[in-house]
Every structure is written in C-alpha cells, then in structure tokens.
C-alpha cells in the first residue's frame, strides 16, 4: 500500500507540474529515468550482498546450536578453547560480510539523493533561463521548483524499493528453494489397499546413496505374510538400507518392491505408511507428555487404549518408573526419559498404530539387559500374526525369528534359522561367535563354571 501511494502521488505531481511548465516537466520526464536506473543497477548488488549475509548468518547459528548439543563432549575433551577459536573465525566473517550489507544498504538512499540534488540544480538553472527569456514567470519558476521537491522524495521511494525489496527475496529464495525441490520419492499411483497382509518382495532390486557407491545390487528378497525376519551382518551390508526402503523412505534405482503383489511405487503412501510401524535405535519423542508420545500414531485413541498399549510393553511396569505415569514430561526429543524408557515408549507407539508390518532397526542396541527382557517380552506381543523385518545385534531378537538373512555387502550369503546356520558354520557362525556367542545362556554358565 505505501509504494502504491507513492505511484498515485509522483502521477499526481507530474500531472499538476505539467500545468505549471510543460517545458521543465519534460526536462524532469528525462531526468528521472537516471535515478531509477541507478536503483535498478543497485538491484543486483544488493541482491548479492543480502544473500551472502542471509547464508552467513545461517552457517553462524549452525556453529552455535552443534557448539550447545555438543557442550558435554567439548568440556570432556577440554576443547572449550578450540570451539571458542573456531567461533570467532566465524563470527568474523560474519562481521565483515553484514558490515558489507549495512554498506550497501545505507548508501542507496545518499546517492538518490546525490542524483535529485542534480536534478534539481539542472532545474533551477533550466528555469531561471526561461525567467530571463521571458518564457516563465518568476512565481510559476518558485512554484516547480517548491514542487519538485515533493516529487523527488516518493520516487527514489520507490526506486530504492526495489533494492529493499531484495531483502525479502534473498529470505524467500532459499524457501522457495526448499518448497520447489523436486521429491526423489516419486509415485506412479495413489492406490489404498483394504488390508495388508504383509508381504513382502525384493526382486533385482539397484540402489545406491551415491551413484559411484552401490549398496544393493540385483537384491533378491521374499518375506512371507506373518514372517519374521531377522537381517544380520557387519556394518555396511545393506540392513538399514533395505528397511528404508521398505518404508520407502529413499528411491531405488532399478528393480521392483512390492507389498501383497503391488509396487510399492504404485501405493499411497499415507495410507501405506499408517499400516508401517518403525522403531529405530534412538527414537524420537516429541516435547509433551508419554501418553501424547503413544497416541501420536492414533490421535483418536482414547486414555484406555493408550494405557492398554502401553502394558502390552514389559506388562507396563515401567510406567510405575514414571514421575507422574503416563502423564510425565518427556523433554525435548525425550531428554527427561532414559535410553530404556524411550525405546519403550516407541514401542506402545507401535502397539497403539497396530501396523501390518513392523520394522525393528537395532531397536535394542543402547539399552540394559533387564530393558531388553521387558521389550523381549512385549515384542513377543508386538510381532505375533504381523510381517517383521529385524536388524539386531542381540541374540534374543534374532534366535527367535523365522528367518536369519545374512548379508554381506548387499548381498544375501546365507539364510536359515539359527540352528540350521549354526550347524552350517559359515558366515553367520562367525558372527554368532564374534557378536551372540558371549550373550547366550550357554556361554554365561561355562564362563561361570570357569570361574
């Protein structure tokens, strides 16, 4: 609305300075393209300018936030000092590229105004020869010249608009940046399937995170409806990779997955991912309460499904733990809580969703053994009737599966359950002897005998 009244007011003047002298009128018409011109040429500069500070400024706050999560290892390490050096290497560049921007942006209004200064002396001289030719009156000269001064003020307004104006663009071309990024995860169709059983199908699938670093490769897999199956193998192998892409979190480049006999590209992924339930090894909780953390997969649920989920988990004795039950805070990302009482809190999360297929990335990884017998106890729970994918490197989840696939840099080496690849001696031996072997019931009693 301001830079509109600016417009009507500079159309206002021309047009009443045009009755007062149609000659100076003309001279202004000419002179005022110079300092829109000029603005226009600043445009890019401070186009340049604000982005290199938007960009800095970002890469400060980056700096802070990792120096503030990273506090506690920092004063471990006692590298208070090295953070505080690097710091300042930072902020000085920050410096120098926002006193760069304050620069630019406080000199836009000084030279518009150097350049109506000309305009003006142009003016005056060009009226006071038209006073001595006769053409122009000494009143109607004092009169332009009175209104010339109102009329330069709203248009290098709004020639340094468009300079000002740049301030916003920088800020919305790194949105828009965002909002425009074209997903990698793109579906050919919006099917809902009525009901899922579960099953689950690899067939020749490619992916790569990096085009020069294949992870899977012609990777051939069939998971039964009901099946559970545990993936094992050393780091790299490719098991979080075939849960993210179950999930459908990245995209695959060649092959086919489908679910109960669909492409997985061909679903709807919000109706297929509300059948999908993940737990991974730190789960994420929201700031709120434990109850809103269990809900938050079935808004709807009422107070008593979500306590019934909840002692579907290790029978609920955790939640006497709790503070105040249910109702406890949780913190931010679940600070208040424990490793332990996170991963059961995701998992009366999981219960409460009731998905088809469930995903458990090394679920039990950071937490006690007497945590893990109370998840044991509720994954018995959890899996039963549903399609489980498994990556543990716990003994209790993966003896009680199904089926063991053992891979080895995206490839299926072996596959059985536990006995049978026991009996066999190969790679999954070697891991059971390297990973399992110490956790067993049978190794404990020999080391105490032992001792």
């Given amino acids: ?3 509109m009244s600016r417009v009507l007011l500079v159309i206002v003047l021309v047009a009443y300075l045009s ?31 604000i982005t290199a500070s938007r960009r800095m400024n970002a890469e400060v706050s980056a700096h802070i936030q990792e120096t503030v999560n990273g506090i506690g290892v920092a004063k471990t390490f006692r590298q208070e000092g090295v953070i505080y050096r690097e710091f300042l290497v930072v902020n000085r560049r920050s410096q120098k590229v926002n006193t760069r921007t304050r620069y630019v942006f406080s000199s836009i209004f000084p030279i518009l105004n150097v350049l109506a200064g000309v305009g003006t002396a142009a003016l005056v001289y060009a009226g006071g020869l038209g006073v001595r030719d006769g053409s122009l009156t000494p009143g109607a000269w004092f009169l332009f010249i009175q209104g010339l001064q109102a009329f330069w003020f709203p248009l290098t307004s709004i020639a340094s608009f468009w300079s000002q104006f740049q301030l916003g663009l920088a800020a919305g071309e790194r949105v828009f940046a965002l909002i425009d990024a074209e997903p990698r995860v793109v579906q050919n169709d919006n099917r809902k399937l009525a009901t899922i059983s579960g099953e689950i199908a690899f067939s020749q699938v490619d992916f790569a995170y990096k085009p020069e670093e294949p992870v899977l490769k012609g990777f051939d897999l069939h998971i039964k409806p009901g099946e559970t199956v545990a993936l094992v193998g050393h780091t790299g192998s490719g098991k979080s990779s075939i849960a993210k892409l179950v999930a459908r979190f990245y995209e695959f480049q060649s092959g086919r997955i489908k679910i109960d006999g669909v492409d997985i590209r061909d679903l709807d992924l919000e109706d297929y991912r509300a059948r999908l339930g993940m737990v991974t090894q730190s789960p994420f909780l929201f700031d709120g309460t434990v109850r809103e953390n269990i809900r938050y997969g079935r808004p709807n649920a009422d107070d008593a499904a979500v306590l019934a989920a909840a002692h579907h988990v290790g029978g609920g004795d955790w939640i006497a733990a709790l503070p105040n039950g249910l109702d406890s805070e949780v913190g931010e990302r679940g600070s208040s809580l424990s490793m332990g009482q996170r991963q059961l809190v995701a ?16 679920a039990t990884a950071s937490i006690d053994p007497l945590t893990e017998t109370l998840i044991q106890e509720g994954l018995d729970i959890v899996l039963k009737g549903r ?29 059985g359950n536990h006995d049978t690849l026991l009996t066999n001696g190969g790679h999954y031996a070697e891991l059971y002897n390297t990973y399992f072997r110490h956790q067993s019931l049978e190794y404990i009693e020999q080391s105490r005998k032992a001792a």
Avoid: C, N, W, Y
């Fill in 1 to 3: 609305m301001d830079l």
């Fill in 19 to 49: 009755t007062v002298s149609i000659q100076l009128t003309l001279i202004l018409l000419i002179l005022a393209p110079f300092i829109v011109g000029a603005a226009l040429a600043f445009r890019a500069i401070a186009r340049t300018t």
């Fill in 347 to 362: 998992l009366a999360r999981v219960v409460l969703q009731d998905p088809a297929i469930i995903i458990l990335d090394e």
């Fill in 387 to 415: 399609t489980a994918i498994v990556i543990a490197h716990r003994l209790s989840t993966v003896r009680h599966a199904d089926r063991i696939i053992v891979l080895r840099k995206g490839e299926i080496i072996e596959e």
